[in-house]
């Protein structure tokens, strides 16, 4: 039983991800052999500010490599969040919180989306970033979100 219990507390340390719903791919390169190279559309709403939603494209690799899940993805990615309903401040709201996560290879490398909180603009900042592991590579994107009212008020 106290096995069980530090399993649910350490649980509940792990950051809140939201997961993504595929919207689309687009083919970039033809393979005569294996999955084509493509861009594939996400859309994942933040988990903890309800009224936010962020679609983010990245490239895929195809080939047999890709085809079973071998294959490193480039770390070529798009990001673009906006208010899609009224937005729902939790009271107390991290400064940086991880919101959505992806591995793009097999072994330790990721697209990491953080949200960070700007107060003094009142505007919700989102990044999105490539992690290795081993070190993080520079490739980033930004998109923000202006908390402002939602319909007539």
Excluded at 31 to 44: M, Q, T, Y
Excluded at 50 to 66: D, E, N, R, Y
């Amino acid at each position: 039983m106290h096995k069980k219990l530090i399993c649910l507390a350490l649980f509940a340390l792990l950051p809140v991800s939201a997961s993504a719903e595929t919207i689309g791919c687009v083919t970039t390169t033809w393979k005569l052999i294996g999955a084509n190279h493509k861009v594939c559309v996400e859309a994942f709403a933040d988990p903890k500010v309800p009224g936010v939603t962020c679609h983010v494209s990245q490239a895929k690799t195809g080939g047999l490599s890709g085809t079973f899940g071998l294959a490193e993805d480039p770390s070529q990615f798009s990001l673009a969040c906006r208010q899609t309903g009224p937005i729902q401040l939790p009271e107390k709201l991290p400064r940086d919180e991880t919101v959505f996560t992806e591995d793009t290879s097999i072994l330790f490398k990721e697209t990491r989306i953080v949200r960070l909180w700007d107060k003094a603009h009142n505007t919700l900042v989102y990044l999105a970033i490539s992690r290795k592991l081993i070190d993080g590579a520079p490739a980033n994107s930004i998109s923000t979100v202006p908390v402002m009212p939602w319909g007539p008020r």
